[in-house]
């Protein structure tokens, strides 16, 4: 208050010249007391949709709908209530998005609904996966388990998999598809884990053949191993074991 008194309010404004206790003290007179509650105004936030579908609010990104975006800018209105934010378009009054809000700084606070695509459909989306591959054929086999497999999900499942296509080469996807087909890791997940790791994966296994290929091995093992044949049993030793034969059961 002293500072307020000395300096804020007891020197000349830079801008108007003016010095503020003075001016305040000429108005003075003409005030008028308030003889009744004015209503508190809800306070509006402005914000433009950015191009990844989110809304900048204290430091954080918030998700809107797949599609927001608009390359002229569009506005939304922010309304924070009890620390929850909604998202609304101006124009229409629509609720577009809500989120609780963070405490965090600089995080991407998202809602699984808003990364849908719904403007396309699941057979449009399932022709965009397809023709993502070189070997279209295996494509549609995958892509037909995934939505056999994940019925109510498989927006979203389809949607992982077209959000990789611009960050691997097609040589690695169509790598990661074969591998998925040929171990039955049918699900977005397992794409993109296969698609991330393989490369290296496959780096270890060729380390690991030119390391067994530099083992010397004796020239009487090498002619055992020519003639080994494995033990082949009767499905009925295993028949039996399965109905108890040797648990004192029938």
Not at 85 to 101: A, M, V
Not at 123 to 142: C, E, G, H, I, R
Not at 197 to 213: G, I, K, Q, S
């Amino acid at each position: 208050m002293d500072w307020l008194q000395r300096r804020g309010n007891g020197k000349q404004h830079n801008g108007t010249k003016q010095i503020p206790a003075v001016i305040f003290a000429e108005e003075q007179p003409y005030l008028q007391p308030i003889i009744s509650r004015q209503p508190v105004k809800e306070v509006a936030i402005e914000r433009t949709i950015r191009k990844d579908n989110t809304v900048m609010y204290q430091s954080n990104r918030y998700s809107v709908p797949f599609g927001s975006y608009d390359v002229h800018g569009r506005k939304v209105v922010l309304k924070v209530n009890d620390g929850d934010l909604t998202i609304i378009d101006p124009q229409t009054g629509e609720i577009l998005s809500q989120h609780q809000i963070s405490l965090a700084s600089g995080k991407l606070i998202q809602r699984s609904s808003d990364r849908r695509n719904r403007s396309v459909g699941i057979p449009a989306l399932m022709a965009q996966v397809k023709q993502s591959f070189t070997d279209q054929t295996a494509a549609q086999q995958f892509v037909s388990q995934i939505h056999e497999k994940y019925p109510r999900y498989t927006r979203d499942q389809l949607q992982v998999i077209l959000r990789l296509r611009g960050d691997y080469p097609q040589e690695a996807l169509d790598k990661a598809l074969q591998f998925c087909l040929d171990n039955h890791l049918i699900s977005a997940t397992d794409f993109k884990a296969t698609v991330e790791t393989l490369p290296e994966y496959e780096a270890h296994m060729d380390r690991v053949r030119d390391e067994l290929a530099t083992i010397p091995l004796a020239e009487a093992t090498q002619a055992k191993l020519k003639v080994v044949q494995p033990e082949v049993r009767s499905l009925g030793v295993y028949a039996k074991i399965l109905k108890g034969a040797y648990h004192g059961t029938n």
